[in-house]
């Protein structure tokens, strides 16, 4: 089943989880037990749990760094991971924010690498690199290749132990522009205050945890330097902090340079961080607030204990149970049985100190809220009562088990094995914390997951409804930066860089060389083409059946037709339940992910090797039977148009709904928004959804692709004992309607779309290219847009974010389909700097394809930047396997990857000039702007291009 927690729980998620990380584990190689279609016996879940382990080696420096290093080499890469002991709770009164500042400052530069930390980065080759805050802790992370390992201790001792003399006011003012457009990014969104009121609610003041860690933006405003220099005094040192190193690198080889870099910094104060108690309300309490959202969620909320407590393992399983598993009581009752809600959710959040517990559920358009919030609160009611069952207990346990597996092959990012080591030491004081979960996990019992949820979710509760309506007036939004003119002698002798110590970088001797995975192809009894490769650092298997159709087979009168047959597949089997096939999975430790895009529809299957044959059973059953149940297609309809309805609520989503008729011409099948518009899928019948499945998803129009760490004869044998005999229908195959093109925008307008009460405007730039993903020059085009718009240091975003201070981040990127390439910008900007930020757009784009293209330092930077990430971009079976179907799609050979290096070092400033030239034209882009027409309109007047202005929906 297709999740659908809609908007309040996303938005809680990523409130909680700002920049906090979700544990993924290693394991010890599995033996290859031999599994038959007959035997449908799950593995057991004590043998998963033995599978799963970490190995590393701990060591202290004498300044008192802990350094935790774990040794893997299938990848010449190695993850280097910094935690510092310190988060947004342990901030005094008058400083809140501060740690998520100093996560923006310990990028701009330290006093040996002056410049922007990513610079170094792309120079090294990083990938998965960012650094993040949250209540308990700040972490930075990277995944260097191996030869650049020396350079990234040198970059990270720089920053603990060489910031201050690189600190200057205008990096400070520059960085608190930068945090004030994130926290208005993120106000933006529907439902994007909701957690303030959460943490004021569950945590009132005096708590550690009664602010957000984005902070008070008058605290920020009313920082001095001097208050910046002693936080980092004091929270920054050493002893503070723990290093992990997990990849291609043993202990022996880590110690000495560890030692080299970090040894010298001295010891700081001691940063014991801020104790807290779990708060109980005196009483419950019932919040009712309203925000441009489409449908109205009741969500529940306890305070809880932190990740410490004995009780945390049987917490999670049981909210799972409650309302996150696939099969979740709240799922069976309110939407599959009752249909009362179109989306429902359940989790633990568990920080180091307390926890939240919480369940949610969005009304269907045609239920009361009243009904649903009473339904909801009988079943946590009936629930904590009665108890999960012990299937119910060992299939949350299997699918939080596999899960884990599936995240095993990653070293770093912010879910590898880095992560889990280093989470372990500095909020629990044991690498191997996440062991003794996995041991609670194996043994937890239904009354143990009871006796926790009756101990905790009896007490009161916050019940905070969103509605649909305006929101309140209070709303105070942030701040600008005052602009400095810079001009005074003594501003200038502020932001200049003191160094303390020089401290030479490293050379990076080598360049770590790519090795893809050989890939081989078969031809299966049904006909389809399988292409395979072996990857067997985990004990896992995965197949997507992927098929030539997409959102680009929908008709032009029935937009959303692909979106909904698919999410109907997973709904019933002509042998299975909705609420059968999720619990099956679950039993199997099984996934199955259907999407696909604009040209293909897949059904991706991730599986436990030793539960494969089951798995694939499971797969086939859905793909080739499903019912199509009318009820279903009713309840899924309207979850699907609620979707919908959101999305013309959300600025990003207003803005690409808008352009891409613009773009591509309004009958191209690109044109027309995949999930599709209200109208169109309220006209969409059963017949249609048949037929869609009958011209479509078929043998003779698919291909078959595998990641596995068996052999291939093995996966051959398998898939041709599940799918070998499945034949194609006799109704002919679908075609996809291309024969027209759009025709091109004479030159530069703007269409506003008006958005009341935005704090930030949402600018989404676009045209079409001659552009083709299948020429060997496509490369260049790509590397081209890495100097104007593809990353960070690109020019667009340089100047946006980190010169103006008027954005938290603006990317150029071009949309690569099979039949089409478009250009697009995407700059969300602050509402009072819309038309200065679309001016300079305008401008930087026009500068760069005219007199001012790619220079000698930017091919430099991008071409080292994209050798030494290819080993870091295939570290795992996920990336190989969208590889693959990326170079089927574009009928690419094998490898494609492999031969990539020395096509960028045949890459020079004019190639890459040329194919940015002949791609786009700065004189015929759409200009989509979404926000407060009523202060956008004045400013967009004023650079002299016509503005058309339109409503919110006005296309649907």
């Known amino acids: ?258 030692e080299k870099y970090f040894g010298p910094i001295a010891r700081g ?36 204990p932190g990740i410490s407590d004995r009780e945390l393992t049987a917490l999670t399983v049981g909210a799972q149970i409650l309302g996150g598993l696939s099969s979740s009581r709240l799922d069976n009752a309110l939407v599959r049985d009752e249909k009362i809600a179109v989306g429902v959710s359940g989790g633990n959040y568990a920080f180091q100190r307390v926890g939240i517990l919480t369940v ?49 092959e990653q070293v770093g990012g ?66 600008s930066v005052a602009a400095s003119d810079g001009g005074s002698a003594s501003e200038a002798a502020d932001d200049e860089i003191t160094v303390t110590q020089v401290r030479p970088a490293p050379p990076i001797a080598s360049i770590a060389e790519l090795d893809f995975p050989d890939v081989e192809h078969r031809t299966l009894a049904n006909g389809m083409t399988l292409h395979y490769a072996m990857r067997d650092a985990v004990p896992a298997t995965y197949v997507t059946l992927s098929f030539d159709a997409g959102s680009a087979a929908d008709p032009l009168d029935k937009r959303g037709l692909e979106s909904l047959t698919l999410g109907l597949f997973e709904e019933g089997t002509t042998s299975l339940s909705s609420r059968e096939i999720a619990e099956t999975g679950e039993r199997l430790g099984a996934d199955v992910s259907l999407g696909g895009g604009a040209d293909r529809s897949s059904f991706t299957l991730s599986a436990l090797s030793a539960n494969l044959v089951p798995s694939l059973e499971l797969l086939s059953d859905i793909v080739r039977n499903p019912a199509f149940d009318p009820a279903e297609v009713e309840r899924v309809r309207a979850q699907q148009i609620t979707g919908v309805e959101q999305e013309l609520r959300t600025p990003a989503s207003i ?37 869609f499945k009958n011209r479509w998803i078929r043998p003779d129009n698919g291909e078959v692709f595998v990641v596995s760490d068996r052999p291939i004869d093995e996966i051959v044998t398998a898939l041709d004992a599940v799918f070998g005999d499945w034949q194609a229908p006799t109704v002919a195959k679908g075609e996809k309607a291309f024969a027209t093109q759009p025709k091109e925008a004479e030159a530069n307008r703007i ?59 603006v990317r150029g990127a071009p949309l690569t389909n099979e ?24 401008r930087e784009t026009s500068e760069f394809l005219g007199t001012n293209g790619v220079s000698d330092e930017e091919l430099t930077r991008i071409v080292t930047a994209e050798i030494g990430e290819l080993p870091g971009q295939f570290e795992t079976s996920g990336a190989i396997l969208r590889a693959m179907q990326t170079n089927a799609l574009y009928g690419r050979p094998d490898d494609h990857y492999e031969r990539l290096a020395d096509r960028y070092r045949a890459q020079t400033t004019e190639s890459l000039d040329a194919a940015a030239r002949a791609a786009i034209d700065p004189d015929r882009f759409v200009w989509v702007v979404v926000g407060d027409a009523e202060i956008v309109a004045p400013q967009l007047e004023q650079l002299g291009l016509p503005v058309e202005r339109v409503e919110m929906g006005a296309s649907e």
Do not use: C
């Not at 990513?118 to 805050?133: P, R």
């Open 1 to 258: 089943m297709r999740r659908q927690h809609f908007l309040t729980a996303s938005i809680f998620a990523l409130a909680l989880g700002m920049g906090a990380t979700t544990p993924g584990l290693g394991i010890a190689p599995a033996a290859h037990a031999q599994t038959t279609a007959a035997d449908a016996e799950p593995a057991a879940l004590t043998e998963l749990v033995d599978e799963v382990d970490i190995p590393y080696e701990k060591f202290t420096l004498d300044n008192g760094l802990d350094v935790i290093v774990h040794t893997d080499r299938k990848a010449p890469v190695v993850a280097v991971a910094v935690w510092y002991n310190v988060g947004s709770k342990d901030e005094p009164e008058g400083k809140s924010g501060f740690a998520h500042l100093f996560e923006h400052l310990m990028f701009n530069g330290s006093e040996n690498a002056p410049n922007d930390y990513f610079q170094y980065l792309q120079e090294m080759g990083a990938t998965d690199y960012n650094g993040t805050t949250n209540f308990d802790r700040t972490n930075y992370f990277q995944t260097v290749p191996t030869p650049a390992l020396e350079r990234a201790l040198w970059l990270e001792s720089d920053r603990m132990g060489y910031l201050l003399g690189a600190v200057t006011q205008a990096k400070l003012d520059n960085q608190r522009g930068v945090v004030q457009n994130e926290k208005r990014q993120g106000d933006n969104q529907p439902g994007g205050l909701i957690f303030y009121e959460i943490v004021e609610t569950l945590f009132p003041a005096p708590h550690p945890y009664d602010h957000t860690p984005i902070g008070s933006m008058a605290d920020l405003d009313s920082a001095s330097m001097e208050d910046v220099r002693d936080w980092f005094r004091d929270k920054y040192g050493p002893n503070n902090a723990t290093v992990v190193l997990a990849g291609d690198v043993s202990a022996a080889e880590a110690r000495p340079l560890v």
């Open 360 to 408: 949610s559920a969005t009304a269907a358009p045609d239920a009361d809220p009243a009904l649903v919030e009473r339904r909801l609160n009988e079943l946590v009611d009936q629930f904590i009562a009665e108890g999960p069952t012990e299937d119910e207990v060992r299939r949350a346990a299997t699918s939080s088990v596999a899960d884990t597996i599936r995240g095993l």
């Open 655 to 691: 803005a690409a709904r808008t352009a891409a008729p613009l773009i591509y011409g309004e009958n191209s099948p690109y044109a027309g928004p995949g999930n599709g518009t209200v109208a169109s899928l309220r006209s969409i019948t059963r017949d249609d959804i048949t037929g």
């Open 269 to 304: 104060p001691v940063n014991n961080p801020a104790q807290a108690n779990i708060p109980e309300l005196a009483e419950e309490v019932r919040t009712v607030m309203r925000d441009q959202v489409a449908a109205t969620s009741i969500n529940k909320y306890w305070t809880a």
């Open 414 to 479: 912010r879910g590898g094995k880095a992560v889990t080591l280093a989470s372990g030491e500095v909020l629990a004081d044991d690498p191997d914390f996440y062991a003794r979960q996995f041991e609670i996990l194996a043994t937890l019992t239904p009354a143990e997951v009871q006796a926790a949820m009756q101990r905790w979710m009896t007490r009161p509760a916050m019940t905070l409804v969103l509605e649909p309506g305006e929101r309140d007036a209070d709303y105070e939004e942030a701040a």
């Open 751 to 809: 269409v506003l779309v008006d958005r009341p009460n935005s704090p930030q405007s949402y600018i989404y730039g676009g045209q079409m290219t001659p552009a083709d993903a299948r020429d060997e020059t496509y490369v260049d085009f790509l590397n081209a847009n890495n100097a104007l718009g593809g990353n960070f240091l690109a020019r667009l975003n340089m100047n946006l974010r980190e010169a103006k201070g008027w954005s938290y981040g």
């Open 819 to 842: 039949k089409a390439v478009a250009y697009t910008v995407r700059a969300p900007v602050q509402a009072d700097r819309t038309g200065d930020a679309l001016a300079e757009l305008i």
